[in-house]
């Protein structure tokens, strides 16, 4: 691991090299991961044996591997009450429950899943976890490699999609999941169910896809292009190895910087001009060159927020699973891929979704019923943008909650 460089300044506007008047925090982690001896909130934890290594898509292999879950609701006898929510880029396993120690933020989905909600846990036995190569407990680039007894760092081998789903089954079986009821996700967490029902279709009865795509864009991989390299730009990412860098020294500013560019694509013009307009920070300050809109003080808070809950080299991670994402990627066609898929689908779509524009999600649904999948669309009519998927709750919620029951009675043909 490189030593820290304990001569450079703690803020941008002391000439460090990403100058710029920001006015960052100065006790930003240098990683937001979740390492040993930090309050684990709510997660539990699944350890793979060592041996029974993992081996990646990509190449390499993982021989020990740690899985961190979240769980609501009972199992039924029959085990067959079971969903399995997928969590997006930036997620973890706390899809719902209180904002405490371990949990910097309330339930991501919090809306959605609890005693008599959409996914209704008075019902259903609902799992989620932190994807591999994730750093809020699960193995990732911030867990400690064991031939180095280091950090992984930028050593951290690639994933793909596939690759967090072997892990998920893993940990299926550990629970005594022999078939989940529903497999649900969206953005990068419907890239996961999508792999989900191509890889196990006899896993599960049902899927749904929210707001997500069967490969990845041009679109999407252009603007994940932009947002790994500004990470990689920022001097105090040094090349990966910052773990041990003082409050403040780590890439902090790379990282908060993409979150920020990425904000921009996960909402619509429109919602920004109804919320920021034109409106200045200090409306005194018009004519200096870096006087800040509200705009840009909203997208410092959000890349600020990020910081303090999350790890530069898993964003690079997780970033480019999703670009890697490609349902037929060595199954032949796209069509032949989808013809694997045994289970109805609900596939939804966020109307202003700039990053997976809802086209995408319309030529899922066709693909899904040329391959003679049980498939229905819905659009929801929404400003919110790509990020509709985890605040629209009422009406995702509605599409959900009648899907499940109807998956749960049988309704859709064997």
């Given at each position: 691991?490189?030593p820290?460089?304990?001569?450079?300044p703690?803020?941008?506007?002391?000439?460090?090299p990403?100058?710029?008047?920001?006015?960052?925090?100065?006790?930003?982690?240098?990683?937001?991961?979740?390492?040993?001896?930090?309050p684990?909130?709510?997660?539990?934890?699944?350890?793979?044996?060592?041996?029974?290594?993992?081996?990646?898509?990509?190449?390499?292999?993982?021989?020990?591997l740690?899985?961190?879950?979240?769980?609501?609701?009972?199992l039924?006898p029959?085990?067959?009450?079971?969903?399995?929510?997928?969590?997006?880029?930036t997620?973890?396993?706390?899809?719902?429950?209180?904002?405490?120690?371990?949990?910097?933020?309330?339930?991501?989905?919090?809306?959605?899943?609890?005693?008599?909600?959409a996914?209704?846990?008075?019902?259903?036995?609902?799992?989620?976890?932190?994807?591999?190569?994730?750093?809020?407990?699960?193995?990732?680039?911030?867990?400690t490699n064991?031939?180095?007894?280091?950090?992984w760092?930028?050593?951290?081998?690639?994933?793909?999609?596939?690759?967090?789903?072997?892990?998920?089954?893993r940990?299926?079986?550990h629970?005594g999941?022999?078939?989940?009821?529903?497999?649900?996700?969206?953005?990068?967490?419907a890239?996961?169910?999508?792999?989900?029902?191509?890889m196990?279709?006899?896993?599960?009865?049902?899927?749904?896809p929210?707001?997500?795509?069967?490969?990845?864009?041009?679109?999407?991989?252009g603007?994940s292009?932009?947002?790994?390299?500004?990470?990689?730009?920022?001097?105090?990412?040094?090349?990966?190895?910052?773990?041990?860098?003082?409050?403040?020294?780590?890439?902090?500013?790379?990282?908060?910087?993409?979150?920020?560019?990425?904000?921009?694509?996960?909402?619509?013009?429109?919602l920004?001009?109804?919320?920021?307009?034109?409106?200045?920070?200090?409306?005194?300050?018009?004519?200096?060159?870096?006087?800040?809109?509200?705009?840009?003080?909203?997208?410092?808070?959000?890349?600020?927020?990020?910081?303090?809950?999350?790890?530069?080299?898993?964003y690079?991670?997780?970033?480019?699973?999703?670009?890697?994402?490609?349902?037929?990627?060595?199954r032949?066609?796209m069509?032949?891929?989808?013809?694997r898929?045994?289970?109805?689908?609900?596939?939804?779509?966020?109307e202003?979704?700039?990053?997976?524009?809802?086209?995408?999600?319309?030529?899922?649904?066709?693909?899904?019923?040329?391959?003679?999948?049980?498939?229905?669309?819905?659009?929801?009519?929404?400003?919110?943008?790509?990020d509709?998927?985890?605040l629209?709750?009422?009406?995702?919620?509605?599409?959900?909650?009648?899907?499940?029951?109807?998956?749960e009675?049988?309704?859709?043909?064997?």
């Amino acid at each position: 691991m490189n030593p820290t460089d304990s001569t450079e300044p703690t803020n941008p506007t002391d000439s460090h090299p990403l100058s710029h008047p920001r006015n960052w925090s100065r006790n930003l982690p240098a990683s937001g991961a979740l390492f040993p001896g930090d309050p684990v909130g709510d997660r539990k934890f699944f350890d793979n044996a060592v041996d029974r290594p993992l081996a990646l898509e990509g190449g390499g292999i993982l021989t020990e591997l740690t899985v961190a879950f979240e769980t609501w609701g009972e199992l039924s006898p029959a085990a067959d009450n079971a969903i399995l929510i997928c969590h997006a880029l930036t997620g973890d396993s706390h899809a719902s429950g209180a904002k405490k120690p371990g949990h910097p933020e309330v339930g991501w989905w919090r809306d959605l899943i609890g005693p008599g909600r959409a996914i209704d846990t008075d019902r259903y036995f609902v799992v989620c976890s932190n994807v591999l190569g994730g750093c809020q407990g699960t193995t990732g680039p911030a867990s400690t490699n064991p031939e180095t007894g280091k950090p992984w760092g930028p050593e951290f081998p690639v994933v793909s999609i596939r690759d967090m789903v072997r892990v998920q089954k893993r940990l299926a079986d550990h629970l005594g999941v022999e078939q989940w009821l529903s497999v649900v996700g969206g953005s990068m967490g419907a890239m996961q169910v999508l792999e989900w029902a191509a890889m196990y279709p006899e896993r599960m009865r049902s899927i749904a896809p929210i707001a997500s795509t069967l490969a990845a864009s041009p679109w999407q991989i252009g603007w994940s292009a932009v947002g790994r390299t500004v990470v990689a730009l920022d001097p105090r990412w040094r090349g990966g190895w910052y773990y041990d860098a003082a409050l403040s020294e780590g890439p902090h500013i790379g990282l908060a910087l993409a979150r920020a560019v990425s904000m921009i694509t996960y909402r619509s013009d429109v919602l920004f001009e109804e919320r920021f307009g034109r409106n200045l920070v200090d409306p005194a300050a018009v004519f200096g060159q870096w006087d800040r809109y509200q705009v840009e003080s909203y997208l410092d808070y959000q890349g600020e927020k990020l910081v303090r809950r999350f790890d530069a080299n898993s964003y690079l991670t997780l970033n480019r699973a999703m670009d890697l994402h490609d349902v037929g990627r060595g199954r032949g066609s796209m069509a032949k891929a989808v013809a694997r898929i045994a289970v109805p689908a609900l596939v939804l779509s966020i109307e202003s979704d700039s990053l997976y524009h809802p086209r995408l999600q319309r030529e899922m649904h066709a693909t899904f019923l040329d391959a003679g999948v049980e498939s229905e669309f819905h659009s929801i009519a929404s400003r919110e943008g790509h990020d509709g998927f985890l605040l629209e709750d009422e009406l995702v919620g509605a599409h959900l909650h009648d899907y499940l029951l109807r998956v749960e009675k049988g309704w859709f043909s064997a």
